[in-house]
């Protein structure tokens, strides 16, 4: 299923940068709450869209510098280098799933996993849907991260690439 690009409608303005599913709950795929975001702002009057349900809640460039302590600078540079996932929406604004903060940082075991995941498709839309969709055994990528799983994440990273870029 094509979904395009994402809006920038679905940006959860409040949030809990530091929940790791390793440490407590993760909000169920598609219930995240859309109550405090103002009508205007939410994507399609408030309905949440396909792609917030696979993303879930984004930092804009602004409140990632605040979460993260950082310039504007270093946030651009971290994302050239894909230390950092950034999702550029249809109107131009650069999105950061939250996925990827950890206590006030970026995971830091994010880039190995980028760069295999570009090497099958220059697409971060999908970098992004592969890292927060359970897979076919019920797991999410970026849960296995949290938890230290490394290897096993660059390896299946490497094999949907190889299937990707053929």
């Known amino acids: 299923m094509n979904l395009g690009r994402p809006r920038h409608g679905f940006i959860a303005p ?27 702002i939410a994507a399609d009057g408030g309905k949440l869209s396909p792609w917030a349900a696979i993303v879930g809640p984004c930092y804009t460039v602004s409140s990632l510098c605040r979460i993260l302590e950082a310039s504007q600078e270093a946030v651009a540079d ?41 090497s099958g498709i220059d697409d971060p839309s999908t970098w992004a849907q592969w ?28 094999q949907d690439a190889w299937a990707w870029h053929s």
């Open 78 to 118: 971290a994302a050239a280098e894909l230390r950092l996932l950034r999702l550029l929406t249809a109107d131009g604004l650069d999105l950061f799933p939250a996925f990827q903060v950890r206590g006030k940082q970026v995971h830091p075991d994010l880039r190995p996993v980028l760069q295999v995941l570009q």
């Open 131 to 158: 890292l927060n969709t359970p897979r076919f055994n019920g797991v999410i990528q970026i849960d296995e991260l949290c938890l230290g799983n490394v290897a096993e994440v660059v390896r299946d990273a490497g």
């Open 14 to 40: 409040t949030m809990d940068s530091d929940a790791c599913p390793s440490r407590g709950r993760r909000p169920r795929r598609g219930s995240w709450d859309l109550s405090d975001i103002p009508t205007g």
